[in-house]
């Protein structure tokens, strides 16, 4: 399949080691795109959820192909998000056409857009409410693995898929005012003269323009890659919505790890280790927050 030259890719809540994740997916995604900027908003890697046992090689393609576009030099930008906010120790981190940050803040063709997660707006990922928020996200995980195995008795009898775990989503997006959410964050971006804010987190894509008495902005969220399957892509002076379509692809091959062969300890404990040691309280992470760069494309 042959590549598509776009300008800026965003993608969020791939949420990998996760059971949600749907590498294969992000995996054929990465290869039919050659952006000159990718930008990964946050919930990449989940150290929340992160087990020495779950971490499969469809996992581990998906970072092969970030590593491959960034060495034909895409400039790929990793914002950190809730569920890899261990990573917001190392921000301003860079090396060849790598870059950890906590936010961005550019300029493309005379537009300025803000980027980042967007869990500052999100007060249930703070203080005591952060645990309930990471056992829902536990429970999250769960009711997508019985939701695979629903389908999948569903597909044998020759009926059409069903979501739960995605009804589920919509009804605590509801229940934690998202509307307030992106409110809070286009108010800002208003205050703050940008054109564009763009965020991930509450895994709803979203393009629409909000106004009030100051001015008004584009908001724009990426959406997620455990349900909706969706980027967003800047090309010819505009943002537009990517929605994969699984059927106009034709299936990444993965690496078979068959019976026979030597078992072999990709992740070791001294990595799990490490990951794990990442997973410390948010009150101990120092991140810095600036970051700003001119990237106008003619």
């Given at each position: 399949?042959?590549?598509?030259?776009?300008?800026?890719v965003?993608?969020?809540d791939?949420h990998?080691?996760?059971?949600?994740c749907?590498?294969?997916e992000i995996?054929?995604?990465?290869?039919?795109?050659?952006p000159q900027?990718?930008i990964?908003n946050?919930?990449v890697?989940?150290v929340w959820?992160?087990r020495?046992?779950?971490?499969p090689?469809e996992?581990i393609q998906v970072i092969?192909?970030?590593m491959?576009?960034a060495a034909?030099?895409?400039?790929?930008i990793?914002?950190?998000?809730?569920?890899d906010?261990?990573?917001r120790?190392?921000?301003?981190?860079?090396?060849?056409?790598?870059?950890?940050?906590?936010?961005?803040?550019?300029?493309i063709n005379?537009?300025?857009?803000?980027i980042f997660?967007?869990?500052?707006?999100?007060a249930t990922?703070?203080?005591?409410?952060?645990?309930l928020?990471?056992l829902?996200s536990?429970?999250?995980?769960?009711?997508?693995?019985i939701?695979?195995?629903?389908?999948?008795?569903?597909?044998?009898?020759g009926?059409?898929?069903?979501s739960l775990?995605?009804?589920v989503?919509n009804r605590?997006n509801?229940a934690?005012?998202?509307?307030?959410?992106?409110?809070?964050?286009?108010e800002?971006?208003?205050?703050?003269?940008y054109?564009?804010v763009?965020c991930?987190h509450?895994?709803?894509p979203?393009?629409?323009t909000?106004?009030?008495?100051?001015?008004k902005?584009i908001?724009?969220?990426?959406g997620?890659?455990v349900?909706?399957l969706t980027?967003?892509e800047?090309?010819?002076?505009d943002?537009?919505m990517?929605?994969?379509?699984?059927?106009k692809?034709?299936?990444?091959?993965v690496?078979k790890?068959?019976k026979n062969?030597p078992?072999l300890?990709?992740?070791?404990?001294?990595v799990a280790?490490?990951?794990?040691?990442?997973?410390?309280?948010?009150?101990m992470?120092n991140?810095k927050v600036?970051?700003?760069s001119i990237?106008p494309?003619n």
């Open positions: 399949m042959e590549r598509r030259s776009v300008d800026v965003v993608m969020s791939l990998l080691g996760t059971y949600g749907q590498a294969k995996v054929n995604y990465l290869k039919s795109i050659s900027i990718l990964l946050g919930d890697i989940d959820q992160f020495k046992h779950y971490f090689i996992h092969k192909e970030v491959s576009l034909k030099g895409t400039r790929v990793y914002v950190t998000g809730n569920h906010e261990a990573m120790r190392y921000s301003d981190i860079e090396f060849g056409n790598f870059q950890l940050v906590d936010k961005v803040v550019m300029e005379g537009k300025m857009c803000w997660h967007g869990d500052v707006f999100d990922t703070k203080g005591s409410a952060k645990m928020a990471k829902g536990s429970g999250y995980n769960l009711l997508i693995r939701n695979r195995f629903m389908n999948w008795i569903l597909q044998m009898m009926k059409e898929k069903m775990s995605k009804n989503m605590v509801k934690v005012s998202v509307n307030k959410f992106e409110q809070t964050a286009a800002i971006a208003i205050e703050k003269k054109d564009y763009i991930g509450i895994h709803e979203q393009m629409r909000v106004e009030n008495k100051s001015g902005v908001y724009l969220n990426s997620d890659w349900e909706h980027a967003l800047f090309y010819n002076n943002w537009h990517y929605e994969h379509d699984e059927k692809f034709i299936k990444t091959p690496i790890m068959e062969l078992k300890n990709v992740i070791t404990d001294d280790m490490f990951i794990s040691s990442l997973a410390q309280p948010a009150e992470i991140s600036a970051f700003t990237f494309f």
